[in-house]
């Protein structure tokens, strides 16, 4: 279940990955930051909307509401400060530096959640973490402006709502937070959109809907992830997200890696396959059933069948 958690983490980030680039995109021509995210959201709380209209399914009462509204109020800190971030720094810096968040998940996980931790996993994570910053020091030559604290800044907030939606993953049905989540963005955004509020054209309103449908997409595969995964488990996973950003920015904004990208990333790819066999051990061992050659040969109760009862 552990390996299928983090294939369903890994394809989460790829399409939000897809959805960032789309919003910088937007961006670059001169849209606020908040009236992007803010329409995409009123796009995808309407598609929910829809949703439950045309399937006749009722949503579930939310068991603990104060939960999903502070997944969605750290959501918003999170895509402000990493979109906040993009105006300082380059789409491949800003998706490394916030690929910090995975050791912030583990730590807040530990302190807060009480999940236990194996030394091998830590240094499953220092390990990837060394790789994130062997790639991205040799390019960033912004440490001095806003843009390093924004995108730390966006990686604390970002470690913060993945350990609460492990938590509301447990009892929560996936549509209903889906919508009180975006429903509690919106109105977090309302006032700012409707005064930064500018029609959009048709080519921004079809790219808006993209993001929307996508980014619907990434919060569902990541909710099933973290609702048969620990976030301890995933958190070296968390580091796809700087390779799709490496990928897109390569493909689109002519990014050329250096022999430090190719270190760094074997760090990374190290990191992850590390913790994968640890949990794929303890998983092993979990499972296995207790042979009869493991009980007393000397204690026949424990071995004998129970005589079938009279009626």
Sequence with gaps: ????????????????????????????????????????????????????????????????????????FTGVLYSLAYFKALTFASFA??????????????????????????????????VGMLGVWLILVPNVNSFIHGGIFYATFASVLWAISLIIMQKVTDYEDVYTYL?????????????????????????????????AIISILAQTLMFHAYKISSAAEL???????????????????K???????????????????INLLIFERRDSIDVVPPNEDSLSETDPEILAEPPPQKE
Excluded: D
């Design 1 to 72: 279940m552990q390996t299928f958690g983090a294939i369903l983490l890994i394809a989460a980030y790829f399409a939000y990955s897809l959805t960032s680039l789309i919003i910088y995109l937007l961006m670059e021509e001169g849209i606020s930051i908040i009236l992007a995210f803010g329409i995409q959201n009123v796009i995808m709380l309407s598609l929910l909307s829809l949703r439950f209209i045309f399937t006749k399914k009722k949503m579930v009462k939310p068991k603990r509401f104060s939960r999903i509204f502070l997944r969605s």
């Design 179 to 211: 919508f009180l989540f975006y429903l509690c963005s919106t109105l977090m955004l309302m006032p700012f959109i409707v005064q930064q509020f500018q029609m959009p054209t048709q080519r921004q309103m079809f790219f808006y809907s993209l993001a």
């Design 93 to 126: 810096e800003v998706g490394l530096l916030t690929n910090s968040f995975p050791l912030f998940v583990v730590l807040i996980a530990w302190i807060f959640l009480g999940e236990k931790i194996s030394v091998m996993q830590w240094v499953a994570l220092i």
């Design 255 to 273: 990014f050329e890696p250096t022999m430090n990208f190719y270190v760094g990333a074997a760090l990374v790819f190290l990191g992850g396959v």
């Design 235 to 253: 958190a070296p996973y968390n580091y796809s997200f700087a390779f799709f950003h490496f990928l897109l920015a390569r493909g689109l904004f």
